[in-house]
């Protein structure tokens, strides 16, 4: 129905001036209910490190943008390469293999981003109120 409306709309144009279409466009247009968990609310940081014009650039902007993400988001990536380290190396030293940039391989990357394969496995799961009194969290 609302389609049919929007291509009776766009019919009677009598401009195809880009603002003139977007703005019939916007009447028919809704933001769909995005889950708080939702890549599109990271969109712009998205956008602002994977815009960089090599991988090293690319790399620079996500770290800056890692040190800006909250403890708990940076536990958890810890958590996982630590208890990497721990239970699946045994050496309990997380280190970077390769070592160089381009040794590496888009079949590594999806590896080491990769949920552990095993049955018994959970990621860490933080608790969503903060249990942490105030003087702890400024000790963070």
Known sequence: MRLSLLEA?????????????????????HQPHLKKSSAYHKLAVINRCFSRRT???IFSALIR???LQGVGQCLIREYRMGCRAILLDKD??????????????????????SKVDDEEWEDLKLPAKSVFSASSLSKL
């Open 65 to 67: 943008e890692g040190r």
């Open 92 to 113: 309990k030293n997380p280190k970077w293999e390769p070592s160089r940039l381009e040794q590496i391989n888009e079949n590594m990357v999806e590896q080491y981003f």
């Open 9 to 29: 709309a766009l019919s009677k144009l009598d401009s195809g001036a880009p603002a003139v279409v977007s703005a019939i466009l916007d009447e028919f247009s």
């Open 55 to 57: 991988i090293e650039e």
